[in-house]
């Protein structure tokens, strides 16, 4: 039996393309091979002419445009859309939840206690619009007000270079601050770091930034080093490749979409900061966020930052909107969700490293809190051969 011939057309400019690529490695690495042509192109490339010549099996694709769905249609083709400019295809799609991706950004920083923010992203751009709507949605909840800045992002609509950043700079200096930023994606980070750089601000006591992608290379470029949020473009690789083997070989999926949560923020310099005018909560805080997965109770933030209980309580209802004990918590939900992720470490040995006694109260913590038992958690959130 011949080898399926399969098109595969995702961008290898971009970590997250490459992420995909990854992913969809690990399937066949495990699975009959296909026969397979990457189309090398940048992310908003044409589809290419030969494309109508050709006679094969499958197609997963990052390029998408009205006319080249309606072509594909008429072909008849299996084809797995991975492309997140355009609200629909009539394929078959797995996306990152861009709204997860703006909640959670929206969550890290206000957990560092910021009250003003503000969003940079790429005009016309339907994952950048996602992303904002999901941290506005949670910046709202909290009563708090959110600026917003676009520029276009494809050429030939963009600004030069310093046109860009005089926009972004003008902007960010009508903010009151401190201010919490996001960036639609690292690159965008990357803009707004210069912008505060250009202006003399402090990062990340008055203004910290968020991206999205996790681009190792790039974050660590940024002067300071960038935060991201982290997508999970391996998994949708793996499933799309999935996808679309079973469809070449007869079971035609569902034309629906499915998204996946983003994996977590990685922190670095540009928002490892709290926002708090308050010393002692600021202390109590960050003792919390350093020893919380040593199993302490509020007694032990109380010796390390001394006042009384209720003078605690109710700051930290004050700046985090909840309580010390739900602080510790979410400290060690947060590092059990990590590990749960990014490693094959058994829940017993978890339950240690985060400071529960026994792994059965791990569990029902982890259910209440997250609304999904540690292995449903890991088995949605790994790649079958990507596992740390």
Same mark, same amino acid.
């Given at each position: 039996?011949?080898?399926?011939?399969?098109?595969?057309?995702?961008?290898?400019?971009?970590?997250?393309?490459?992420?995909?690529?990854?992913?969809?490695?690990?399937?066949?690495?495990?699975?009959?091979?296909?026969?397979?042509?990457?189309?090398?192109?940048?992310?908003?490339?044409?589809?290419?002419?030969?494309?109508?010549?050709?006679?094969?099996?499958?197609?997963?694709?990052?390029?998408?445009?009205?006319?080249?769905?309606?072509?594909?249609?008429?072909?008849?083709?299996?084809?797995?859309?991975?492309?997140?400019?355009?609200?629909?295809?009539?394929?078959?799609?797995?996306?990152?939840?861009?709204?997860?991706?703006?909640?959670?950004?929206?969550?890290?920083?206000?957990?560092?206690?910021?009250?003003?923010?503000?969003?940079?992203?790429?005009?016309?751009?339907?994952?950048?619009?996602?992303?904002?709507?999901?941290?506005?949605?949670?910046?709202?909840?909290?009563?708090?007000?959110?600026?917003?800045?676009?520029?276009?992002?494809?050429?030939?609509?963009?600004?030069?270079?310093?046109?860009?950043?005089?926009?972004?700079?003008?902007?960010?200096?009508?903010?009151?601050?401190?201010?919490?930023?996001?960036?639609?994606?690292?690159?965008?980070?990357?803009?707004?770091?210069?912008?505060?750089?250009?202006?003399?601000?402090?990062?990340?006591?008055?203004?910290?930034?968020?991206?999205?992608?996790?681009?190792?290379?790039?974050?660590?470029?940024?002067?300071?080093?960038?935060?991201?949020?982290?997508?999970?473009?391996?998994?949708?690789?793996?499933?799309?490749?999935?996808?679309?083997?079973?469809?070449?070989?007869?079971?035609?999926?569902?034309?629906?979409?499915?998204?996946?949560?983003?994996?977590?923020?990685?922190?670095?310099?540009?928002?490892?900061?709290?926002?708090?005018?308050?010393?002692?909560?600021?202390?109590?805080?960050?003792?919390?966020?350093?020893?919380?997965?040593?199993?302490?109770?509020?007694?032990?933030?109380?010796?390390?930052?001394? *006042?009384?209980?209720?003078? !605690?309580?109710?700051? %930290?209802?004050?700046?985090? $909107?909840?309580? =010390?004990?739900?602080?510790? #918590? &979410?400290?060690?939900?947060?590092?059990?969700?990590?590990?749960?992720?990014?490693?094959?470490?058994?829940?017993?040995?978890?339950?240690?490293?985060?400071?529960? *006694?026994?792994?059965?109260? !791990?569990?029902?913590? %982890?259910?209440?809190?997250? $609304?999904?038992? =540690?292995?449903?958690?890991? #088995? &949605?959130?790994?790649?079958?051969?990507?596992?740390?």
């Amino acid at each position: 039996m011949s080898r399926p011939s399969v098109v595969i057309m995702i961008e290898t400019a971009t970590i997250y393309g490459r992420r995909l690529l990854q992913g969809i490695t690990s399937y066949l690495r495990a699975h009959e091979p296909w026969s397979i042509f990457l189309e090398q192109h940048e992310l908003g490339a044409e589809p290419p002419p030969w494309l109508q010549r050709w006679q094969g099996d499958g197609l997963i694709t990052r390029v998408m445009t009205p006319e080249f769905a309606v072509w594909l249609q008429e072909r008849g083709l299996p084809v797995i859309d991975l492309n997140d400019r355009l609200p629909t295809s009539g394929f078959p799609r797995i996306n990152s939840d861009d709204q997860h991706i703006g909640r959670l950004a929206a969550e890290h920083l206000l957990e560092r206690g910021f009250q003003h923010f503000g969003y940079c992203g790429f005009s016309d751009e339907l994952w950048s619009d996602r992303r904002c709507a999901g941290f506005h949605e949670t910046i709202a909840a909290q009563g708090l007000p959110l600026a917003r800045f676009d520029s276009p992002w494809v050429m030939p609509k963009t600004a030069s270079w310093d046109r860009q950043q005089e926009e972004i700079a003008a902007w960010l200096s009508t903010l009151p601050r401190p201010v919490g930023l996001m960036c639609c994606n690292d690159m965008r980070g990357q803009h707004v770091l210069d912008a505060c750089s250009r202006l003399g601000w402090s990062v990340p006591e008055e203004a910290a930034v968020v991206g999205v992608d996790d681009d190792d290379l790039l974050c660590e470029f940024c002067d300071p080093p960038l935060s991201s949020v982290r997508p999970n473009p391996e998994r949708i690789g793996y499933l799309a490749a999935a996808l679309l083997d079973s469809w070449m070989q007869g079971r035609a999926p569902d034309a629906q979409e499915e998204v996946l949560p983003p994996l977590g923020v990685t922190t670095r310099q540009s928002s490892d900061v709290l926002a708090i005018d308050d010393p002692q909560i600021a202390a109590a805080v960050r003792f919390i966020r350093e020893s919380a997965c040593r199993g302490i109770s509020v007694n032990d933030v109380l010796r390390a930052v001394p *006042q009384s209980r209720t003078m !605690l309580e109710r700051k %930290f209802r004050k700046f985090l $909107g909840r309580s =010390p004990q739900a602080e510790i #918590r &979410h400290v060690q939900i947060k590092r059990a969700k990590q590990l749960l992720a990014e490693t094959d470490l058994k829940l017993e040995r978890i339950a240690e490293l985060t400071g529960f *006694q026994h792994p059965e109260y !791990l569990s029902v913590v %982890f259910k209440r809190e997250v $609304g999904q038992t =540690p292995g449903e958690f890991r #088995r &949605h959130a790994m790649s079958p051969g990507t596992r740390g």
